[in-house]
């Protein structure tokens, strides 16, 4: 069963708007990462942010999480048409291997 | 970052036949390779893990003998998609990772799987 929930489904922001997107999870984690997803590509690493971190930033992106929520949320600022994807929470199963959201369709217009 | 090669990107086959995906580490070794499916407009679920020099290890509801899976070498893991049906059309995508520390995941770039 997946663990992640994205909300929303998905999300139509015009360019230099910041886009959030939110994940809650059910089981305890050690770490849970946010990933994009080009339609019709492979998966690209953003950010994994530590069970005992709150808050991590990485460029435009802010990632929070919230163990006592089991619920996470991925901030892009000043958005871009270019970050137009799909975007995926993961927790980590066993190892490396991840159990992903349900994703989060992003569209951002010019 | 790491790169991992998947390998067709596209692949369209007949009912009935067998279809090889190939991914590879190009740049590090890797014991354990996974492996995804992705239907239009969902998530990844994952498949089955392959391990070096011995047998995958699939997820509940995920056919062994349809679904094969060989991992003969430390660079090269390979999903068989055998006697394919229509309903086996969708993506497939592998990924990889060095290491043991748990940091991140590496994806090869897919494969759009369409049986006709």
């Known amino acids: 069963s997946q663990q992640g929930e994205e909300d929303p489904q998905a999300l139509s922001i015009q360019e230099g708007e910041n886009a959030t997107m939110n994940c809650s999870y059910k089981t305890s984690i050690n770490n849970l990462q946010w990933y994009r997803q080009n339609s019709g590509r492979g998966l690209v690493h953003l950010i994994l942010?530590?069970?005992?971190?709150r808050e991590k930033h990485s460029g435009r992106l802010r990632v929070t999480l919230d163990t006592s929520k089991k619920s996470s949320s991925l901030l892009i600022t000043a958005s871009r048409a270019a970050d137009t994807a799909s975007y995926f929470c993961?927790?980590?199963?066993?190892?490396?291997?991840?159990?992903f959201g349900k994703g989060t369709s992003l569209l951002v217009t010019p | 970052g790491a790169v991992v090669s998947q390998h067709p990107s596209r692949v369209i086959c007949k009912s009935g036949t067998s279809v090889k995906i190939e991914c590879r580490s190009l740049?590090?070794?890797?014991?354990?390779m996974f492996w995804y499916r992705q239907f239009p407009k969902q998530s990844l679920m994952l498949m089955a893990t392959?391990?070096?020099?011995?047998?995958?290890?699939?997820e509940q509801g995920v056919e062994k003998d349809k679904f094969l899976i060989n991992h003969a070498s430390l660079t090269l893991s390979t999903l068989t998609v055998t006697s394919a049906h229509p309903e086996d059309s969708s993506f497939y995508i592998c990924s990889a990772a060095p290491g043991t520390a748990v940091t991140e995941a590496f994806f090869g770039q897919g494969t759009r799987l369409t049986v006709v």
């Open positions: 942010i530590r069970s005992n971190e």
């Open positions: 392959s391990n070096e020099g011995s047998k995958a290890t699939y």
């Open positions: 740049d590090f070794q890797a014991t354990t």
């Open positions: 993961a927790t980590a199963l066993s190892g490396y291997a991840l159990n």
